[in-house]
């Protein structure tokens, strides 16, 4: 399994937290960071992409996170995020509830909605894996998830139990997985995670996790994702392949309201959208990103992104190599010790900079 490292070990002082706020609105969410050690600010963070969902191992010095209505109106992955501490305490605040989260806590909270967050530790880093994966992979309704955003969720029993061995396994021992798996991955961190949210919840009209259409639906999308660069992938291909008929594969989607058109369009954007961001792709041809990704016609592809994200790839491309250099660091941060001001940078919405690719 391929994991992405990123460390402010190779860059000034001055510069550490400001690279480090862009970084994380760029690979998880845009927020507003602050912390009281931008003179020093240190910090390390290991990707790794599971295709549909990521999960991201951080170590940093303790910071406050505001997520506004201003920076979602700007960009809302429509992501559920998960955290687990491993070290230290998160205090978190959402939907107008409030928790305090200890090691071996789990928390949900949402990116369509306003949240604020603040970590501690008395004597160095916080520690924390953070997953997040669509909103629509999730079986459960929004509502009923609702209820449980910024509460805590006991990792140490039940379904939450094996929720914290499977992050603490796959992201310690990612040598012990292929890039192949990473589909299979994704189906296992939503299945527990749908499991430990039903179990909160009791199953008040929760659909059992276990049940043929979810298992079937879960197969379909590991199937999708391992076949985009196939320009021939189509629902009746699909529906073939899984022995099910069309209907049945239409009504799967319908169920999450989306189509399986849709579905296939927006991963191959979102593939074809990091590869675009990553400056170890810039060699690359834009046709040749579209190809890799399933798009057959390079016009295709061009109106699909913008209609997606609001500009050409070209452009997206351009803006998100001027925002991150060979460090990853934004232009025009040089010398600025920290979060400048109290209002909301601008943010570039490219998903994953990576300035070390280490394969474990």
Not at 79 to 97: F, I, P, V
Not at 107 to 135: M, N
Not at 333 to 354: C, F
């Amino acid at each position: 399994m391929i994991t992405t490292r990123l460390h402010t070990d190779d860059l000034p002082r001055p510069d550490r937290f400001t690279w480090w706020h862009d970084m994380t609105v760029a690979t998880l969410l845009p927020t507003v960071l602050r912390t009281a050690r931008a003179d020093d600010f240190r910090a390390t963070a290991d990707i790794l992409d599971l295709g549909a969902a990521q999960i991201t191992t951080m170590s940093y010095l303790p910071v406050t996170s505001t997520r506004t209505p201003e920076l979602i109106r700007q960009r809302d992955p429509e992501y559920w995020q998960l955290s687990l501490t491993l070290r230290g305490t998160m205090t978190l605040s959402q939907a107008r509830n409030d928790t305090v989260l200890h090691a071996g806590d789990l928390a949900l909270y949402d990116s369509s909605r306003p949240f604020g967050g603040e970590t501690r530790c008395d004597d160095g880093a916080v520690r924390h894996v953070v997953a997040h994966l669509p909103k629509a992979a999730l079986p459960v309704r929004p509502d009923l998830v609702d209820r449980l955003l910024a509460t805590r969720l006991t990792g140490d029993q039940g379904f939450g139990a094996l929720l914290v061995h499977f992050l603490t396994q796959v992201t310690t021992k990612a040598g012990h997985y292929r890039p192949t798996d990473a589909a299979r991955l994704s189906t296992v961190l939503t299945d527990l995670l749908a499991a430990t949210v039903a179990q909160h919840l009791d199953r008040p009209g929760v659909p059992p996790p276990d049940t043929r259409g979810h298992a079937l639906l879960l197969h379909v999308r590991a199937f999708i994702l391992q076949r985009l660069d196939d320009p021939g992938l189509s629902p009746a291909g699909i529906a073939a392949a899984h022995h099910i008929s069309l209907r049945t594969l239409h009504r799967l989607f319908q169920q999450q309201d989306t189509t399986v058109a849709a579905f296939i369009r927006h991963q191959r954007l979102e593939h074809a959208r990091r590869d675009l961001a990553d400056p170890l792709l810039a060699p690359r041809p834009i046709h040749a990103t579209a190809a890799r990704w399933g798009f057959a016609h390079p016009s295709d592809f061009t109106r699909a992104f913008r209609t997606a994200y609001g500009t050409t790839p070209r452009d997206y491309r351009r803006a998100a190599h001027a925002a991150h250099g060979t460090t990853g660091r934004p232009e025009g941060t040089r010398g600025a010790p920290g979060w400048p001001s109290d209002q909301d940078r601008p943010t570039v919405p490219p998903r994953v900079p990576p300035t070390t690719v280490a394969r474990s």
